[in-house]
């Protein structure tokens, strides 16, 4: 008894040309984006580093004091540059402990 299949079963299989992938699309690399710290009268100067230092995982508590000393005397200071999803998290870890910070895209 024949058993007859439901889809066609091709009598060759397709010759795939194995090649080096085309560089006419070259990716470009991923956008980074600036964490910005921002001076403002409620927190105190120690609280900001505190926060700083334990939030975002590369800074030493003498860069978190550059950090917040620079953002005191001009308004504002780059915290640092990042892919943006991790600059975003660092944002929103930084509003969660009261201070004022963003991000834009870098130049």
Partial sequence: MAVE??????ERAPVINPGKPSDERQSDPAKKYKLLLFNDNVN????VAKVLVSNIPELSQADAYVIMQSAH?????????WLFELAEAYC?????????SNIEEED
């Avoid at 299949?5 to 091709?10: G, K, L, N, S, Y």
């Avoid at 105190?44 to 609280?47: K, P, V």
């Avoid at 929103?92 to 004022?100: A, N, Q, T, Y």
């Fill in 5 to 10: 299949t439901p889809v066609r079963v091709p």
């Fill in 44 to 47: 105190r100067r120690e609280y």
């Fill in 73 to 81: 005397k001009n308004g504002m200071a780059v915290v640092g540059i």
């Fill in 92 to 100: 929103e870890l930084l509003k969660s402990g009261g201070l004022i």
